[in-house]
């Protein structure tokens, strides 16, 4: 246990900006504003240092007091919680009393239980089930799924914080949108849903039974609206219709769809008479499916895979496929299911996936061997992340009768497990605890919202702020007018849509005033031509053209910029959208892209403003409707409908009437149904809850054209001159690899977190500044590198490798590993009137060795080597860069491909290990870009990227053609270091 903690409790020093000091703080921390924001001033008190070492909470509250952050130093002794105390004892005749109202109080829950939990225990059948499934069991069937409606509707009403079911459709195009708009309401009027699947020559071919109440009128008007009915075969309650395939435009064999009021059949034109024949005449099952009623008959939804007459590797179709790979493991499988069932108690689903056999000893070998990993992980992360435990409990793996099966349960406490282990991921990043012990369940303490926006009840869009308006340079316009610019953030070619080139256009509205927080406006692309004004944006040959769908403009993260000796904040919408060029298309031929922004500004408003507690209430407006559903504590949950563009906020306030700002959000679609639910958690108790409509909406259109498509390129700084390593004789090579590291290679500052260990391994030294062990990851070790100078090292990508060979974890247990991590080596320093002056007489690097094969304990000393590639042959490559095209000059093979504000993405193919150096040039020669960095430890098709001050045009690349390696053994104890 730790003999001291610093706690920040959101308090600052007087006069100072929390954003000033939440940047201040990401400088001290070597990390991202957001991480700092999201980590230290989402909740308090958060426990920033938890350590025995006193010295070193000092230094880290230096730290954060120097950014204006008060922190507390206190011992955890003063935190310890005081002992419980015994009540006394009642008097005997009291006793009789007790046990009574217990017993009554025991009797009343039970019963209340019983009621509450009804929609998961109760058996729920349709009466036409079983004679639909025998209809569907054709001796060809090989797939058969079933979804309980009913049962699903029952649970979410019940259970369920947040539902309505008076929501209004909205004005898309999808199924259930249009299942509003002609009256069906499948909550109400469907029970059960069955899909077949059969072998047929090239695919499955399918067939579904719905049961249910239905008007036949409504049917008919979906069927006509949705598809292409062919009149001339259709008849009273019998239609045909076919349907256009909008990937690959090939049209559907004809559907047929028998309507009546407690069922729809639907199938192919080949198939629909021996369903309805099967189901009129109430048939038996050509095959046995006995086994597959009984696991669905608790279930909300299944599916399972009937396995051929025999499994051979001559069996054709999913089946015989899924059959041969499972069989390998488990002998000869009859069927697989999948399931989908409710829990109660928190109430929950559980996911299932269980598979039946005839080799009984196979099944127990694998369920054992199942059970032996998912203990062994468990016991793993028990010690290293002990967060993850609940998560892994939730497992379950089951053997009975002739089935092995594994299930997933997730309810209303998997959330809170799963932001538990995300806190403590956080800790290990920054080397701290993530709370307080006993306080996370503590009412979050009252944060107001940071620059809330304001709405009108009445408003002129002539007064919108012009783009301008607002001096923040980071946002590099292509196009402006009104209060919105557009920039092209990206370009280059799309390695999943057949290498075609494409552009990502971001569009930007500053301070928009009456506008809608989401769908707040949209960006269209109407076309993209060439010099000769021929069109390469194409059109598809059939569906929807979705280079011309609309982009929704959407409120996105407050922007700020300096004035006045402080950061100024103002609300920002934002949208992207990217387009493919046609096929063949160079991004050179784009000489004009047009299009349009539009912005939907509201002119009349009106507000609402709801008391809690809000549960049950509702406002509708001009046709967008908010449904409040179980609302208390610091939670709000609500569902939106209908016209969304129109609700302008929805938002708790205060006793004093202001917005509290949310500690978290979470947004999905109720099941079947219309409509988008939300849930809020915020800092601090709402009172009330805003709701604020417009009445009056007034679209602004704002067409554009673009016609420099190239991302901007921040040309005021001048890429770094570049060191590159000098190529020595041997024997200087060798005495200078013979020189002690300088005193000062041994001293470390990282903000209060030392390595820890550091290890001398000849000319190199070795400081581990991090390691985690155990659970998926198995091992992640980083390591800082320090050696001695060296002309053939210094500014070598590639100079060396950290291979660790050997683990010995806190059982004693040593571990073979194979585990790799390359480093490069620069001289740290700057340049001073064209002079470079180095900080330190050594060369820095850093690496990250991993290996996913540990599984043992957390390491208490590990070995290895520490390789030095040394060049003694390095060639110059030069050619031109084009995006798209590929780049190959001796041992490297690249392509170049995306461009986007100040970076270059490459993919290297190969020679990603002998890659010294890489530098661009522009048109006119002058470099603007070398510095690489590399994703990823592969040798081939490896990410990276080079930052940029101008257009690339040439590059040139530094690579070793000759090399020696010397290697230099290491052992590093840490249970030395720490008693050091």
């Not at 935190?79 to 009540?87: D, E, F, L, Q, V």
């Not at 004005?171 to 899909?195: C, E, F, H, M, N």
């Not at 089946?319 to 790979?325: D, P, V």
């Not at 170049?896 to 193919?909: D, H, R």
């Amino acid at each position: 246990m730790s003999d001291f903690e610093l706690i920040f409790r959101g308090e600052l020093a007087e006069g100072v900006d929390q954003q000033d000091c939440i940047e201040a703080l990401a400088v001290r921390l070597k990390t991202e504003p957001d991480t700092i924001r999201t980590r230290f001033f989402q909740h308090w008190p958060v426990t920033v240092l938890a350590t025995d070492n006193e010295a070193k909470a000092k230094r880290v509250q230096q730290v954060f007091e120097e950014a204006g952050a008060i922190v507390t130093l206190q011992s955890v002794a003063q935190t310890s919680a005081p002992s419980m105390t015994s009540s006394s004892e009642k008097p005997a005749s009291k006793r009789g009393l007790w046990i009574v109202a217990s017993v009554l109080l025991l009797a009343g829950v039970g019963a209340f239980a019983g009621w509450y939990t009804q929609p998961l225990w109760q058996t729920h059948q349709h009466p036409l089930l079983q004679r639909a499934e025998a209809a569907l069991a054709s001796d060809d069937l090989l797939l058969l799924a079933h979804l309980d409606v009913k049962k699903l509707t029952d649970i979410e009403q019940r259970f369920m914080t947040v539902t309505d079911p008076e929501a209004l459709p909205s004005s898309g195009t999808d199924l259930l949108s249009d299942l509003a708009r002609v009256g069906i309401d499948p909550k109400k009027q469907l029970d059960t849903a069955l899909l077949a699947g059969y072998q047929a020559d090239q695919a499955l071919e399918f067939a579904a039974v719905l049961l249910g109440q239905f008007d036949p009128e409504k049917v008919k008007a979906l069927v006509k609206q949705r598809y292409d009915l062919d009149p001339s075969q259709s008849q009273a309650n019998r239609l045909v219709f076919d349907y256009t395939d909008e990937m690959t435009c090939e049209r559907s064999a004809p559907m047929v769809i028998l309507i009546e009021t407690d069922r729809l059949l639907i199938s192919t034109q080949s198939r629909m008479d021996g369903l309805a024949t099967r189901f009129g005449q109430s048939s038996t099952a050509a095959i046995d499916i006995a086994a597959w009623q009984t696991y669905r008959a608790d279930k909300l939804a299944s599916a399972t895979v009937f396995a051929p007459t025999a499994v051979t590797e001559s069996s054709r179709g999913l089946s015989g496929m899924m059959m041969r790979g499972a069989s390998q493991a488990l002998g000869p499988l009859t069927a697989a299911y999948l399931g989908a069932s409710a829990t109660a108690m928190p109430p929950g689903i559980r996911f299932e996936a269980t598979v039946s056999g005839t080799d009984a000893q196979a099944l127990d070998s694998q369920a054992d061997a199942l059970r032996n990993q998912l203990q062994k992980l468990t016991d793993t992360l028990a010690y290293h992340e002990p967060e993850t435990v609940k998560l892994l409990k939730r497992v379950a793996v089951v053997r009975s009768q002739d089935q092995l099966g594994a299930s997933l349960v997730l309810d209303g406490n998997a959330g809170e497990e799963l932001m538990s282990l995300g806190q403590a991921v956080m800790g290990q990043m920054f080397s701290i605890s993530s709370s307080v012990a006993g306080e996370e369940n503590t009412a979050r303490q009252e944060q107001l919202e940071d620059n809330p926006s304001r709405f009108f009840l009445q408003f002129d869009p002539a007064n919108l702020a012009a783009f301008d308006d607002i001096p923040d340079d980071h946002f590099h316009a292509a196009w402006k007018q009104g209060p919105l610019a557009l920039r092209i953030k990206e370009i280059g070619v799309d390695p999943k849509n057949d290498n075609r080139s494409y552009l990502l256009l971001n569009g930007q509205g500053r301070s928009l005033t009456n506008v809608a927080k989401e769908q707040g406006g949209s960006l269209v692309v109407g076309g993209i031509y060439d010099q000769s004004g021929n069109a390469i944006m194409p059109a598809p040959s059939c569906g929807q053209n979705r280079n011309q769908d609309p982009a929704m403009l959407s409120k996105t993260m407050d922007g700020s910029y300096y004035a006045d000796g402080e950061f100024q904040h103002y609300g920002k919408h934002e949208v992207d959208k990217k387009v493919l060029l046609a096929p063949g298309t160079s991004l050179d031929a784009v000489a004009r892209v047009e299009g349009e922004m539009t912005l939907q500004v509201a002119t009349r408003t009106e507000a609402r403003v709801v008391q809690m507690p809000v549960t049950g209430a509702s406002v509708q407006l001009a046709g967008a409707r908010v449904a409040f559903g179980n609302s208390e504590g610091q939670s709000l949950s609500y569902v939106t409908s209908g016209d969304v563009s129109r609700i302008l906020a929805v938002r708790a306030l205060n006793k004093d009437g202001k917005p509290l700002a949310s500690q978290s959000h979470s947004s999905f679609g109720p099941v079947l149904g219309t409509g988008k639910a939300h849930q809020y958690d915020y800092h601090g108790t709402p009172v009330s809850v805003e709701v604020v409509i417009a009445t009056e909406l007034k679209p602004l259109r704002y067409p554009f054209v673009i016609e420099n498509i190239q991302p901007w390129q921040d040309t005021d700084f001048s890429a770094q001159a570049l060191r590159l390593p000098e190529i020595t004789d041997r024997r200087t090579v060798d005495e200078a690899l013979q020189q002690p590291l300088p005193a000062d290679a041994a001293q470390y500052d990282n903000y209060g977190n030392p390595p820890k260990g550091t290890v001398v391994a000849g000319p190199v030294q070795l400081a581990l500044t991090s390691v985690q062990a155990g659970g998926f990851q198995g091992l992640y070790s980083q390591w800082d590198v320090r050696t001695v100078k060296l002309a053939a090292l210094e500014g070598n990508r590639v100079a060396g490798n950290i291979l660790l060979q050997e683990i010995i974890d806190s059982n004693g247990v040593s571990h073979e590993v194979e585990a790799s991590g390359g480093f490069g080596l620069k001289q740290e320093g700057m340049f001073f009137n064209d002079e470079f002056r180095p900080s330190h007489a050594y060369l820095t690097g850093s690496a990250a060795a991993s290996t996913r094969e540990y599984e043992g304990a957390q390491p208490t000393e590990l070995s290895g080597q520490v390789e030095l590639q040394i060049p003694e042959k390095i060639v110059t490559l030069h050619g031109p860069l084009a995006l798209g095209e590929e780049w190959t000059q001796g041992p490297v093979s690249l392509t170049a491909q995306a461009l986007s504000e100040n970076s270059l993405q490459l993919n290297v193919a190969t020679g990603i290990g002998q890659l010294v150096a890489v530098e661009l040039f522009d048109a006119d020669g002058q470099p603007v870009g070398n510095q690489l960095q590399v994703w990823g430890s592969e040798q081939n098709n490896v990410r990276a990227q080079v930052s940029l001050s101008g257009v690339p045009a040439s590059m040139t690349l530094h690579v070793i053609e000759e090399s020696r390696t010397v290697q230099y053994p290491w052992r590093l104890s840490l249970e030395e270091n720490t008693d050091k």
